[in-house]
Each structure stands twice: as C-alpha cells, then as structure tokens.
C-alpha cells in the first residue's frame, strides 16, 4: 500500500511516500523543508510566520517527494492508495496548511484521507527501521549490533516519547492501542533543553545546541563537570510515572547567577543539565517498563535525536530488563517528518480508520487514542 503524507504541524513542511506491508514501513521518500534558519532570530517558533512558509513551501514539497519515489503527479491519483496528513496536536494555522492541502489533493485525486496523530508519527517512526536489538550492556556511545536486529517488535511496549511539545511513557499492548502511563507536569523534556540552552547562550534549537556543547568536554577535560554544581533530577523517586522539568531549569538559574564564571564553564553545565533530564527519563521508563512487564522499550520524538539519550538507555534496558527488547528511530525519523505520519498511517489504514476531505478536522490539542 502506497501513502502519501503530509506534515506541518510546527516549523517542518514535510511530505514522504511510505510504502507498508505486514509489520514493516519502507520509505520511497522523505522530503523536509525546515524553517529553523527562519525562526532563530526569534529564539522560538512564530506560528504566523510558520504558516507563511508551509503555505510558500508545501506544493514543491509534495512535487518532490512524489518525483523522488517515482511518481509522477499526473500518476499520483492511480499509484496511490491514501494520502495520510497530520490532524494535530500542533500550531492551529500550521496545521491547517497541511490538512487544507491534503484534502484538496484527496478531493482532486479521488483518494481517502488517513488523519494522523502527530505523537502517534513520532512513536511508529520505531516502525521504519530494523532497530530493534536485544542489547548487551555497553558504555556511551553503544552502536546497534545489525547482527542483532530483528523485524518484529513484540507488544506490550512501553515507550518514552520526548519533544519540544510532549513528553510521555505510553504503554502500547497492540497496535494502535495508547495508554498514557506518564506525562510531564510543565514543561516537556526538548523545552527544558530549549529553556537551558538560551540560559547558555547556545542559541536555537536548544536541545543539538546543549548536546554539542556536553559532547565537546574531552576526556582530559572531565575534571571541568565537577567544578559546576549538581543539578536536581525532578521527581525521579517519586511513585508515579510523571515528570516535571522547571525545577530544573529555575535550578540551573540559579546556579548560573551565583557562579561569576558561569561563561567559561559552558560545556560542563550543559553536561550536568543534560545528564538531569536523561537520569530522570531513564529512570522513569526502567521503572514503568518493569511495572508493565514490557517486551520492548521504545524511544520516540524530537529529543530521541540526543546521542547520549540514545545510548545511555540502550544500556539501561540491557542491564535492568535483559529480556526485553530495545528500538529507537534512524536519526533521520527522530526531528519532525513525514515518514513517521506515513508510518503510524499505514497501520491506521490497516484498520480501515478512513477519513475523506469532507470529514477531516484538525485538532490542536488532539489527544493520542
Ligand atoms: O519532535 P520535534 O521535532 O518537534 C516537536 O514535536 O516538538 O522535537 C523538537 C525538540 C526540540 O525541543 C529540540 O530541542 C529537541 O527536540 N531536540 C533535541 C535534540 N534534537 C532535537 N533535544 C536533545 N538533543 C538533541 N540532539
Ligand atoms: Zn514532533
């Protein structure tokens, strides 16, 4: 089955065609058009200025994607068997780019419409790749064995889906089947790396700009991270599944005011600032995913990109959950596409959850179920 889909829910015009069959999502083509060069005199994203450019950018995005897996647009109507676009959460005008577009295209082409749930994408980009493996233990920076992949990822499956917006354990028994084990009481995880990063000066997008700067301590530098002082790990003991992240950032506040030198330490508060927010989303999905006897444990969204993230969970699952399973995203899924809203499409496809151009609403606040 062929999907074309369609993403613009932030500050990505996206647009990938998916091909799925049984357990598996091929991408044929995955085109993102990003507006972060745009949005960075600001610090953040304007979402009048983003709807701007998905309306200037969404058609030679679409073009593209469809040129790049081999369609041409006059063939797009026949090769075709839905065209999936994201229904939200996310920015109201921005959304609505992407779903006007969508049901234009629906309505021109004759083709049923799949509304896609922007979290429910960053979760099934785990659908993409072979990158399951059941992991020995290892240090930072642990690579996947490709010996040890396997296609098939067995529920339930507890999975830690962290971004910009949202940051949430979801527990998983089937496909498509969603329950909100933990979410976080302020501000998600990619916003406290947002908020940190600006009180580092290391400008916008927060989260690679605070990880470049941890990763440029070199090993005879070490000694630097402890001349800064420990940060908090907010609610890490606590007895439910829930996260709360302003704490720290109003720690590293205060932290950084009364430190004179905070400017030549740089690297090793956003170090310590990192390692809070990882301890804490670590230690949370270890715990939710023994409580639920998990199968596989998933990384999922934006922040899913930060390398030590990646590792230092791999290792987690391998030493405290030995029979479980472990996946993350290709690098290239983790930051918003549209692969990951073809991916979590197909599935919906699967169960025949049709829309058409008539019936298709968006929803800035649309709940994951
Ligand atoms: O999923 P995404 O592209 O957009 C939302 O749905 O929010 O996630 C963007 C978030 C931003 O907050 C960004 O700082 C964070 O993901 N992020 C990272 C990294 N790359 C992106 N956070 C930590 N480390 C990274 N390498
Ligand atoms: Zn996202």
Same mark, same amino acid.
């Given at each position: 089955?062929?999907?074309?889909?369609?993403?613009?829910?932030?500050?990505?015009?996206?647009?990938?065609?998916?091909?799925?069959?049984?357990?598996?999502?091929?991408?044929?083509?995955?085109?993102?058009?990003?507006?972060?060069?745009?949005?960075?005199?600001?610090?953040?994203?304007? /979402?009048?200025?983003?709807?701007?450019?998905?309306?200037? *950018?969404?058609?030679?995005?679409?073009?593209?994607?469809?040129?790049?897996?081999?369609?041409?647009?006059?063939?797009?109507? @026949?090769?075709?068997?839905?065209?999936?676009?994201?229904?939200?959460?996310?920015?109201?005008?921005?959304?609505?780019?992407?779903?006007?577009?969508? #049901?234009?295209?629906?309505?021109?082409?004759?083709?049923?419409?799949?509304?896609?749930?922007?979290?429910?994408?960053?979760?099934?980009?785990?659908?993409?790749? @072979?990158?399951?493996?059941?992991?020995?233990?290892?240090?930072?920076?642990?690579?996947?064995?490709?010996?040890?992949?396997?296609?098939?990822?067995?529920?339930?499956?507890?999975?830690?889906?962290?971004?910009?917006?949202?940051?949430?354990?979801?527990?998983?028994?089937?496909?498509?089947?969603?329950?909100?084990?933990? !979410?976080?009481?302020?501000?998600?995880?990619? +916003?406290?790396?947002?908020?940190?990063? #600006?009180? %580092?000066?290391?400008?916008?997008?927060?989260?690679?700009?605070?990880?470049?700067?941890?990763?440029?301590?070199? &090993? &005879?530098?070490?000694?630097?991270? *402890?001349?800064?002082? @420990? =940060? /908090?790990?907010?609610?890490?003991?606590?007895? *439910?599944?829930?996260?709360?992240?302003?704490?720290?950032?109003?720690? =590293? %506040?205060?932290? %950084?005011?009364?430190? $004179?030198?905070?400017? #030549?330490?740089? /690297?090793?508060?956003?170090?310590?600032?990192?390692?809070?927010?990882?301890?804490?989303?670590?230690? $949370?999905?270890?715990?939710?995913?023994?409580?639920?006897?998990?199968?596989?444990?998933?990384?999922?969204?934006?922040?899913?990109?930060?390398?030590?993230?990646?590792?230092? =969970?791999?290792?987690?699952?391998?030493? #405290?959950? /030995?029979?479980?399973?472990?996946?993350?995203? !290709?690098?290239?899924?983790?930051? !918003?596409?549209?692969?990951?809203?073809?991916?979590?499409?197909?599935?919906?496809?699967? +169960?025949?959850?049709? &829309?058409?151009?008539?019936?298709?609403?968006?929803?800035? *606040?649309? !709940?994951?179920?």
């Amino acid at each position: 089955m062929l999907i074309l889909a369609i993403e613009s829910s932030c500050d990505e015009t996206a647009a990938s065609v998916i091909e799925g069959r049984a357990e598996r999502v091929q991408i044929l083509s995955n085109v993102i058009s990003s507006q972060i060069e745009i949005h960075k005199k600001y610090g953040g994203v304007i /979402p009048e200025v983003a709807a701007r450019e998905h309306v200037r *950018n969404i058609i030679p995005v679409i073009n593209e994607a469809l040129l790049q897996a081999g369609i041409k647009p006059g063939e797009a109507s @026949k090769r075709l068997s839905a065209i999936a676009v994201t229904a939200g959460p996310g920015l109201m005008t921005a959304l609505s780019v992407g779903a006007q577009t969508a #049901k234009s295209l629906s309505c021109a082409w004759k083709l049923p419409l799949i509304a896609t749930n922007h979290i429910a994408g960053h979760i099934y980009a785990n659908w993409i790749t @072979k990158s399951i493996s059941n992991l020995p233990a290892g240090g930072h920076g642990f690579q996947f064995p490709i010996s040890k992949q396997i296609t098939k990822i067995q529920f339930p499956i507890v999975i830690l889906t962290v971004s910009g917006g949202h940051n949430m354990l979801v527990l998983m028994k089937d496909h498509l089947d969603y329950e909100i084990i933990g !979410d976080t009481l302020d501000d998600a995880a990619g +916003e406290a790396f947002d908020k940190g990063a #600006k009180m %580092l000066e290391l400008g916008y997008p927060g989260g690679p700009a605070v990880a470049a700067s941890a990763a440029s301590i070199t &090993d &005879d530098q070490l000694s630097i991270t *402890n001349s800064v002082s @420990k =940060l /908090p790990r907010p609610m890490i003991s606590s007895a *439910n599944f829930n996260f709360s992240f302003s704490g720290l950032k109003t720690a =590293l %506040l205060y932290a %950084l005011k009364k430190d $004179k030198s905070w400017r #030549k330490k740089i /690297p090793a508060y956003a170090a310590e600032y990192q390692q809070a927010i990882i301890d804490t989303l670590i230690a $949370k999905t270890i715990k939710a995913a023994k409580k639920y006897s998990a199968k596989t444990v998933l990384l999922a969204g934006g922040v899913s990109a930060n390398k030590e993230l990646r590792s230092q =969970l791999a290792q987690a699952v391998s030493e #405290k959950l /030995p029979q479980a399973l472990f996946g993350l995203p !290709d690098l290239k899924y983790t930051t !918003d596409n549209a692969a990951m809203i073809g991916a979590a499409a197909y599935f919906l496809a699967r +169960e025949k959850h049709w &829309d058409s151009w008539r019936s298709l609403k968006i929803n800035p *606040n649309l !709940d994951l179920k």
